[in-house]
């Protein structure tokens, strides 16, 4: 029996969607373990989680500021050695501006933040974070941003779709006009993942549309203890 | 810089001084005087202006507001009433909730996106401000004709600053209301609720005690922004008027709205919830309408002794600022903190981690009068409660405009056409159904996060936003907030009432307790009898209302001049009821989920069209009698809906309301994606548009049960129908399917707004 594996989940003043992302954890079977974002040290975890918010209030650019705070450069030094990240609405504009994914989220079509229970399809179960779903799994979970259309030159999108790093892809009505309906990327490797939609807030009927998020989580631990 | 100091003003004791500028009658100024026992100095004038200012000092509703508290209702729960930022509610399990709605009209107006921003953001204070984490919001809006040519600016800004704010500070935004009628074209209502939860021990109270504590200011920078809000914009009517320079009065004063900064907030919201853990503060208050001048005087005032402040130690964003725009300053995002010296360091090595400025300011005095100095000089030495409670109070005229009231009320909708064929019940339903009165909110509501922080249960367009208290708790609390202006303009006192009676049978449809009140008083100026008038029955209706249905009023929020030139806004008291539920995995949805279910009616259903949705999108028409005021019966329905959720005996509950039977099963409908075929006995225009009190629809598969339940309480329970199918028919008259419905009801704001 391995130990419990331990997620870690940072908080940037700003951050919102932490406490969320740490009960999701909890929920899968792990253990969460909470990162500050101006500490240089992810304390040992197995994997990260980036959670939704706005960093330092995002008043720049979402995710700009982030990218510049000492735990944001020990996750991309751990990332290239394999650890699993997971950047969710605000997380992944963070892992774009890091760098550790390719694009850029923008300001959404409509200029309106949207609020909705989004039908996705799991486009790659190739990953740390979705090998529990799937191939092609059709799941509902909330999106809920302003500045989520994700965008990349045409030769970025074109070897994303070549190389199957296309995560999930919006169905059913793209909420914020993102190339491709892109809802989520992954790296290369696959320990990488980045995506707008909140699976934190799909792990409980009570209090969410579905439990769709559920197994991203379970995914990285399924993930960790294969190892 | 020379300043008026209260040496110089003692020895000047005849310079002029511009009090009526700053919106202080002739005796108000003597008054002032007298306390002092010299002329004030300008920046004591204006701490008096904005404090004595309508919205800061209760003064035309203080003699109506004593009311609630001085013969409330019996209840165990209330834990702090009246008076506080907030009141605090028992909810059981060593927990208390606290909320509130607050207006934030007049900055919406002149500048819709900051105004309801940081109407949000004042709320959220108050909340924080008695010991509790905030854990989500709510807005009521009222805004001009749809298709005025002013209100697409206005709601999409008030809209976009809503959500802004609260999307950005991390707290879900549950529910609430959108209306649209010409008297609010120009002076929308923004009004805004927050909920919060605390352990008991946490609970804070807003008072400087102990001589020697340290007075310490928490967050943002003061600025020269919102000088002049309570007084300027909250405490006057807008004219018509231009000003020198030919442009509209209104975007003059937006120097006077506050600029909001949702991040400052939620990194003081996280530190000030640390401090409080930690037991670190003895008093703590946030600083709102009026700034420095109110938070300083209220918590000296509600101390044991005085206080001194040095406005030197005040952090500047613009180090020009006088002493008095330091004292008016409504800068958002600050908190005022009452510290022991032995914790102070403490409280600042927390501030730091948070990255939430701290600077002591003061300190607490065996005095008893606040002193304020600015470069070594006294410039404020007064009796705090002079200030904050002792202000003037006025019995304002009022009277009842017999005349218009008498043709108001005369002018029923007995004489207007009705539907009466298939056809023509099917065209009205489906142009009310499209009507900026009834039609889905969702474009409102998708700019709003329903779901961070985890805990929401039920959110619009649910009747009651339903929030789980905790992680490792089912308990929760159901909220609605509920007015109508129409009812209440026909009759004030029976208007105020049936929108209490709304929010509590919201509240109960979702299967919780309903246990407290918040109210926001919109009215027009109280300087015309008339407007008292409305104001004195809507709070005498209220009062018993509350009373009657066994919920205490625990605070809330008066907005007078609501009005443009002479004419006033329909009269809208706002009423937010909070009910409690022991497990939330009960509550119950509006929705008609599943197919084969009993589709009951609760409640008796009498010919109330007057001042109803029907009356006013098919015919323009508002006159006659409100429908009848039914306590004893909503209090009933109540009882039936709790056990019914408790016992789940009922799969979902809708309330009826704007719109009568029609409406609420277009809606159970369409939230749950379900059809239903529906018998109508007797006149089915009134069968389906009435708008009687008392009356909920739900969805049950044991008739049975629900039946021996309403038998219990003596209400009417009637079968009419079951649920199923992909549309809603009415049984011999029309059919209409669901995906027609949900294009005419969710086409329409888009259209207008998008």
Redesign the interface.
Known sequence: MPATTRVGVVTF??S??D??AA?AVKAAGAEPVSLWHGDATLLGVDAVVLP???S????LRAGAIARFSPVVAEIVAAAGDGLPVLGICNGFQVLCEAGLLPGALIRNA?L?????DQLLRVESTATRWTSQYDDGAEIVI?V?H?EGRYVADATTIEQLERDGRVAFRYLGGNPNGALNDIAGIRNEAGNVVGLMP?P??AIEL???PSVDGLPMFASVIDALVAV | MTVDTVQHAAETPDQPQPFAELGLKDDEYTRIREILGRRPTDSELAMYSVMWSEHCSYKSSKVHLRQFAENPPASDAMLVGMGENAGVVDVGDGLAVTFKVESHNHPSYVEPYQGAATGVGGIVRDILTMGARPIAVMDSLRFGDADAPDTRRLVAGVV?GV??YG????LPNIGGEVGFDPTYGGNPLVNALCVGVLPHDRLQLAQAKGTGNQVVLLGALTGRDGIGGVSVLASATFDDSVDETGKAAGPSKRPSVQVG????E??LIECCLELFDAGLVTGIQDLGGAGLSCATSETASHGDGGMRVDLDKVPLREPSMSPLEVLMSESQERMLAIVAPADVEAVLERCAK??VLATVIGEVTDGDHLVITWRGEVVVDAPPASLADDGPVYHRPLARPDQAQDALVADTSASLTRPSSGDELRDTLLQLVASPELCSRRWV?????????????LAMPHDSGVV?LG?DTTRGVALSLDGNGRFTRLDPHDGAQLSLSEAYRNVACAGARPLAVSDCLNFGSPEDPAVMWQFAEATRGLAEGCRALGTPVTGGNVSFYNQTGATAINPTPVIGVLGVIGD??QRVPSGFTSSGQHVVLLGDTDDELDGSAWAWVVHHHLGGRPPEVRLDAERALAAVLVEAAERSVVVAAHDLSEGGLAQALVEACLVGGTGASIELDGDPFVALFSETAARAVVATEDVDALRSLATKHHVVAKVIGRTGGSALSIDGLFDVGLEQLREQSEGTLPALF?
């Open positions: 003043p700003g919102l969607d406490r969320d009960r939704g918010g706005f330092y209030g995002d008043y409509g309106h933040f949207v609020c909705r909330p809920k302003g909140h934190e807030h009570l209090t969410g | 976009a959500g802004g999307n950005c500070l991390g900064d949702p991040f400052t939620k990194i948070w990255g509501t998708e700019q709003y996060d329903r779901y961070v922080l985890g805990g929401t249960v789980r992680d939330v995995t998008g």
